[in-house]
């Protein structure tokens, strides 16, 4: 049975009404001069609030959802969660409660007037935010709402981090057959897709879904959270079993489908680095493409580092995996002086609109 066989008997919403494009960066790889051509896959430009890669997951998550009669959706993330703005926005399109916990993992990040996410929670009119500290237990708290909810006489759907459940990661099975369907009409020669690896449902769907479908495409995750290469192989290996199993494959997947990198992760999570400040200003002034310090700034710039260290072959071409999130990048202004006035003088009167 093909992939697209087995994904048809999971409901979905239909959230993803076309392919994404895959598209050419010539003047970033021109910058890196390295031999290098990246090609970069835009689901940022999924739709929904400000797009992402959380819509895939959110297709088959809020699906079954519906399927269970909820009316409420709870589901938690970091202060500035892409994945909490999207589910409050398809939670709005669908007619739903949604209730967030926020989990600050850096002391004093949450500001409730801060810019980014934290904004778009308040101006979509999130039913409620709590915020609890680095470390605390995260499902605990989303369980005690949802219990609240059903006294209250609602019907909570409980969506984990991330969708970073087997049935979450099935968007990106189903992000891989988009992406096999797209390389049988183009043949860009693909031998690599670089993406974020956070929670782990978007690295681990692409590897379960590409082996259901016979790739031989590698996913090479960089480490965006857990600074240890082995702990995320160890999480993305075990949740890719988990969704080639629903795809109904059989056994478990060769453990060299699952490469994760660590070394750019920076001070920390969501704490960039100079790797990571560099990549997202290459990225918007070569390119015009936003890339977030938290997830694709620092995916962009573990690929980066490994094509100044070889690892790509010379002439190579090698797809990035833009995941989302630029939203969050209007809270790190402080991390980018060169932004807090003006480059020069800006000319008086109607020219200056131009």
Not at 19 to 24: A, F, G, Y
Not at 196 to 214: E, F, I, R
Not at 312 to 319: A, K, S, T
């Amino acid at each position: 049975m093909t992939l697209s066989r087995r994904l048809a008997a999971f409901p979905r919403r239909g959230y993803v009404k076309s392919p994404t494009p895959i598209e050419h960066l010539p003047r970033l790889s021109r910058a890196l001069d390295v031999g290098v051509e990246i090609f970069v896959k835009r689901d940022d430009l999924l739709p929904g609030c400000l797009g992402g890669n959380k819509t895939r997951k959110l297709d088959f998550a809020i699906a079954q959802a519906l399927a269970e009669g909820a009316d409420a959706l709870v589901t938690s993330g970091a202060v500035q969660s892409n994945h909490c703005r999207l589910t409050l926005a398809w939670a709005i399109h669908e007619g739903l409660e949604c209730h967030l916990v926020l989990e600050e993992r850096v002391p004093r990040s949450y500001d409730p007037r801060g810019s980014g996410n934290n904004f778009l929670f308040n101006l979509l009119g999130a039913d409620s935010v709590t915020v609890v500290p680095g470390g605390s237990p995260v499902s605990e708290k989303t369980a005690e709402i949802a219990d609240r909810l059903r006294v209250s006489g609602r019907r909570p759907y409980v969506i984990p981090g991330g969708a970073a459940d087997p049935l979450g990661a099935l968007g990106y099975a189903a992000c891989a057959q988009e992406l096999v369907e797209q390389l049988d009409e183009i043949d860009y020669g693909f031998r690599h897709v670089t993406c974020a690896t956070g929670s782990g449902g978007t690295q681990s769907g692409l590897v379960a879904g590409l082996a259901a479908a016979g790739s031989s495409l590698e996913v090479l995750g960089v480490n965006v959270r857990r600074p240890r290469r082995e702990a995320q192989e160890e999480l993305v290996a075990a949740l890719a079993d988990e969704v080639f199993r629903l795809l109904g494959g059989a056994g478990p997947l060769e453990r060299r489908r699952t490469r994760c990198f660590e070394g750019f992760l920076g001070p920390g999570y969501s704490l960039p680095d100079e790797g990571t400040l560099e990549a997202v200003r290459l990225a918007a002034r070569t390119e015009a493409l936003l890339v977030d310090p938290v997830y694709t700034g620092k995916a962009l710039a573990g690929l980066i580092g490994l094509a100044r260290e070889g690892f790509f072959e010379r002439g190579e071409r090698v797809l990035f995996l833009h995941t989302g999130g630029f939203p969050a990048l209007f809270s790190y202004l402080p991390a980018f002086p060169e932004t807090a006035g003006p480059l020069s003088e800006a000319p008086a009167g109607p020219a200056a609109a131009r």
